[in-house]
């Protein structure tokens, strides 16, 4: 150590094992302070420089910018400070990072997808995966079902009807998934020929509290027969199919009759199909290979069923 115990700029670049052009950039921005001047102008640094610098290169090589870096500094710097600021640019590095990962992986499994297709479907393949943001955004499935659904549900109930109707892409895609998703999202975008969600009539409640009152019971009711599914169970009657009509005719305040069975059997088997969102959605969530796990829209599609199934067994009032 030279000129009263002080460093030039060359010597502490050296030390550091950076280079005079990096020191300087960082004593241009605050984050490297000079202990003083030469009498000819040279900057001079302390010992405590260099540790200073080992932090700062620390910092940055972990791709944090400079205004975080300043901050974790500022912070080592002031007597009685937990370390929270490290902490912090540690954990958004962290989840920069996951996201980052999320997205070669579904940016590998796309690949794959068009690399294992017919030579013949690969363009349109490319197309319709292309159309998919990476990372994937459910935002579309979303905006679907928010137009599906009545306009007077209130939001809490909207919020717990997307949790199960709208389903999350997985952390690590196979291709035949991401295949899924991509054409999940062009049947709600109408990339696909699809039309305008069309609410079902034995949907269209008449006010907020027989929406709430319906879609809560059709949760449970789907749950239900989810579990009847893995069972291998045929449709028929039950404690689910039961709920399942409970459910219409509790928004309904009507009675639960065989006459109210066999009306809501008619209005059900009349309204519109969205059956290929749910065959996409089986394949999204489920294991490749595996027998596909219940939907909602399986689910349903079951009830109806064993509500069919029920009115074969019951003679008319």
């Known amino acids: 150590m030279s000129y009263e115990g002080l460093w030039g700029i060359g010597e502490l670049a050296e030390r550091a094992g950076v280079s005079v052009k990096t020191v300087r950039f960082y004593s241009d921005s605050g984050l490297l302070p000079e202990a003083g001047r030469s009498a000819g102008g040279h900057r001079r640094y302390n010992a405590g420089a260099l540790e200073r610098l080992r932090m700062i290169r620390s910092l ?17 710097n002031t007597p009685g400070r937990t370390g929270g600021a490290l902490e912090d640019a540690v954990a958004g590095q962290l989840r920069a990072l996951g996201s980052q990962v999320r997205a070669l992986r579904w940016k590998e499994a796309a690949l794959r997808s068009v690399q294992e297709s017919p030579p013949d479907e690969r363009a349109d393949r490319l197309r319709l995966i292309a159309s ?11 905006r679907f079902w928010r137009a599906w659904l009545p306009p007077r549900m209130p939001a809490r109930s909207v919020t717990a009807f997307l949790d199960i109707a709208v389903p999350q892409p997985p952390e690590d895609p ?3 998934q991401v295949l899924a998703f991509a054409g999940l999202n062009a049947l709600v975008t109408g990339d696909c020929g699809g039309s305008a969600p069309t609410q079902p009539a034995a949907h269209r409640a008449a006010d907020a509290r027989a929406s709430t009152v319906l ?23 039950g404690e689910a199919l039961d709920g399942f009509v409970d459910a219409y005719a509790s928004a309904r305040i009507a009675a639960d009759t065989p006459a109210f069975r066999r009306e809501l059997l008619r209005q059900l088997a009349a309204d519109p199909r969205i059956d290929r969102y749910w065959e996409l959605t089986a394949e999204l969530t489920g294991v490749p290979g595996d027998p596909p796990e219940p939907t909602p829209g399986s689910a349903h599609d079951w009830l109806v069923a064993a509500l069919d199934a029920e009115a074969g067994t019951v003679q008319p009032a």
């Open 132 to 142: 998919v943001a990476v990372p994937p955004s459910t935002a579309p499935l979303a």
């Open 60 to 76: 940055r090589r972990m791709d944090l910018p400079l205004p975080v870096v300043r901050r974790v500094l500022e912070e080592e």
């Open 215 to 237: 879609y809560a019971g059709l949760a449970e009711a789907y749950e239900l027969a989810g579990t009847e599914m893995r069972r291998g169970r045929r449709p028929g009657p």
């Open 174 to 176: 196979q291709p035949e």
